[in-house]
């Protein structure tokens, strides 16, 4: 009731003085020009001050959230996801049972459920249901997203990337690219088994390009059916200084390890790299959402708030010649500090080994000993590289763009998956 009559009595003030304090305005500019209309200026100029600022502030820094969920199947159950699990942000999703057809019905069921979740990307398509055996069914990895997110190129070995249990993608948050990652391991069973021996490959696979081909916040995620330290590819984490939500919970706060499948194991994780592990501010697991298995989250802090690195620039591979002659004496012709001295005499060198090349070298390759300090550098702001363009070519274009009858090999509506960063524009 205060706040209210604080606040009707400032507004219906700012009403008289602009109404009264106007008139006053114009009077004074008509008869007397513009000596005697400063304090009407003044009287306008404090309607710009607001009461209450300082003593109601702005909120505080929000927070952004990554999880991991394994919901035994997707289909049907977009508008459950988004009455259930609407707060977060990026979800590295195992098992989802989705094939090509039934990922674009769950992509329209989220749209028409008005889903948060704008973005949601697939791995490898999952066998259609009249083409795959009963245990093949249980296959499939997506990561959904508030924001924008697209798949990564691989390497992978055929079997790994058909598998439709492993998936990369890049997500852009805050102007920062969050790479990540979700693996869905095979689980234990008669008909799996080689379980953890390909468990392990399709997580050194992932680990492999998030944790050391990709820079800036990262993560690795996803139903993996095995338990901790059960496979080699822990450890290959721990080596990329990777650390488990649950875990960084139990170091920071002393929240005990709890078991994510069926209230008794823990086989679902969410490893996250060290820029986000400093932002890290709560860890949750809930296990009311699904039947099987908990809902793994954590919530992080602004991408802004990520400490720099501290890097120290050095050169690229200089070409050195086989031979090349540096002056005996220069050292004791240079002048100043010492710093300033062994600058000058790798400069020296770098020279002389350049008079020597039959090339140019390139700048990049040059500058030793010319670094005096580290350069504060935030990554992760660098796109990273998309996926190649899916190209249908037909024996008439082909012919009409090139001017070959017989330029074209492939029969009319061959698809081939062509790097379109490599093209020349026709």
Same mark, same amino acid.
């Given at each position: 009731?205060l706040? =209210?009559? !604080?606040?009707?009595? =400032? %507004?219906l003030?700012?009403?008289?003085?602009?109404?009264?304090? %106007?008139?006053?305005?114009?009077?004074?500019?008509?008869?007397h020009g513009?000596?005697?209309?400063? =304090?009407? &200026?003044?009287?306008?100029?404090?309607?710009?001050?607001?009461? %209450?600022?300082?003593?109601?502030?702005?909120?505080?820094?929000a927070?952004?959230s990554?999880?991991?969920?394994?919901?035994?199947g997707l289909?049907?159950?977009?508008?459950?996801?988004v009455?259930?699990?609407?707060?977060?942000?990026?979800?590295? +999703?195992?098992?989802t049972?989705?094939?090509?057809? #039934?990922?674009?019905?769950?992509?329209?069921?989220?749209h028409?459920? &008005?889903?948060?979740?704008?973005y949601?990307?697939g791995?490898h398509?999952?066998?259609?249901?009249?083409?795959?055996?009963?245990?093949?069914?249980?296959?499939?990895?997506?990561?959904?997203?508030k924001?924008?997110?697209r798949?990564?190129?691989?390497?992978?070995?055929?079997?790994i990337a058909?598998?439709?249990?492993?998936?990369?993608?890049?997500?852009?948050?805050? @102007?920062?690219?969050i790479?990540?990652?979700?693996?869905?391991?095979?689980p234990?069973?008669?008909?799996?088994?080689? &379980?953890?021996?390909? #468990?392990?490959?399709?997580?050194?696979?992932?680990?492999?390009? +998030?944790?050391?081909?990709?820079?800036?916040?990262r993560?690795?995620a996803?139903?993996w059916?095995v338990?901790?330290d059960?496979?080699?590819a822990?450890?290959?984490?721990?080596?990329?200084?990777?650390?488990? $939500?649950?875990?960084?919970?139990?170091?920071?706060?002393?929240?005990p390890?709890q078991?994510?499948c069926?209230?008794?194991?823990?086989? @679902?994780?969410?490893?996250v790299?060290r820029?986000?592990?400093n932002?890290?501010?709560?860890? #949750?697991?809930?296990?009311?959402?699904?039947? +099987?298995?908990?809902?793994?989250?954590?919530?992080?802090?602004?991408l802004h708030?990520?400490?720099?690195?501290? +890097?120290?620039?050095?050169?690229?591979q200089?070409?050195?010649?086989?031979?090349?002659?540096? %002056?005996?004496?220069? =050292?004791s012709?240079t002048?100043?500090?010492?710093?300033?001295?062994?600058?000058?005499?790798?400069?020296?060198?770098?020279?002389?080994?350049?008079?020597q090349?039959?090339?140019? !070298?390139?700048?990049?390759?040059?500058?030793?000993a010319?670094?005096?300090?580290?350069?504060?550098?935030k990554e992760?702001?660098?796109?990273?590289p998309?996926l190649?363009?899916e190209?249908?070519?037909?024996? #008439?274009s082909c012919?009409h763009?090139?001017?070959?009858?017989?330029?074209?090999?492939?029969? @009319?509506?061959?698809?081939h998956? $062509?790097?379109?960063?490599?093209?020349?524009p026709?």
């Amino acid at each position: 009731m205060l706040e =209210w009559l !604080v606040t009707g009595t =400032w %507004g219906l003030l700012q009403w008289v003085i602009s109404t009264f304090g %106007g008139r006053a305005f114009c009077l004074a500019t008509a008869s007397h020009g513009c000596r005697n209309i400063r =304090w009407a &200026q003044v009287l306008l100029v404090l309607l710009v001050f607001r009461i %209450g600022e300082a003593a109601n502030p702005g909120p505080p820094d929000a927070t952004f959230s990554i999880g991991a969920f394994n919901p035994s199947g997707l289909k049907g159950k977009a508008p459950y996801l988004v009455s259930q699990l609407a707060q977060g942000d990026i979800w590295a +999703v195992s098992e989802t049972h989705l094939c090509r057809q #039934t990922m674009q019905a769950f992509r329209s069921s989220l749209h028409f459920a &008005q889903s948060p979740y704008k973005y949601c990307v697939g791995g490898h398509p999952v066998p259609s249901q009249f083409c795959r055996q009963f245990h093949n069914a249980w296959r499939g990895v997506a990561i959904m997203s508030k924001h924008p997110t697209r798949a990564l190129p691989t390497n992978w070995q055929p079997a790994i990337a058909e598998s439709s249990r492993a998936l990369i993608a890049a997500t852009l948050l805050h @102007d920062v690219w969050i790479t990540g990652g979700v693996v869905y391991g095979e689980p234990e069973s008669s008909m799996y088994p080689q &379980q953890k021996e390909n #468990t392990e490959a399709l997580l050194q696979s992932v680990i492999g390009q +998030v944790c050391y081909l990709s820079k800036g916040p990262r993560y690795v995620a996803g139903d993996w059916n095995v338990a901790a330290d059960m496979v080699p590819a822990f450890d290959t984490l721990r080596e990329a200084v990777f650390v488990d $939500l649950q875990d960084l919970a139990l170091m920071r706060w002393g929240c005990p390890i709890q078991p994510t499948c069926k209230s008794r194991t823990r086989k @679902d994780y969410c490893f996250v790299s060290r820029e986000l592990q400093n932002l890290l501010t709560s860890v #949750t697991l809930d296990d009311t959402v699904f039947p +099987v298995h908990a809902v793994l989250k954590g919530e992080f802090l602004f991408l802004h708030n990520v400490i720099p690195k501290q +890097v120290w620039l050095t050169p690229m591979q200089f070409p050195w010649p086989v031979e090349w002659d540096v %002056g005996p004496e220069f =050292w004791s012709r240079t002048e100043g500090t010492c710093d300033s001295r062994y600058s000058q005499l790798w400069n020296h060198i770098e020279l002389q080994a350049c008079a020597q090349v039959p090339f140019p !070298v390139p700048k990049r390759a040059r500058g030793r000993a010319a670094t005096q300090q580290t350069k504060p550098v935030k990554e992760g702001k660098i796109s990273p590289p998309r996926l190649p363009v899916e190209v249908k070519f037909s024996h #008439t274009s082909c012919q009409h763009r090139t001017g070959i009858p017989n330029g074209c090999a492939k029969p @009319d509506g061959y698809s081939h998956m $062509l790097d379109m960063s490599r093209l020349s524009p026709l």
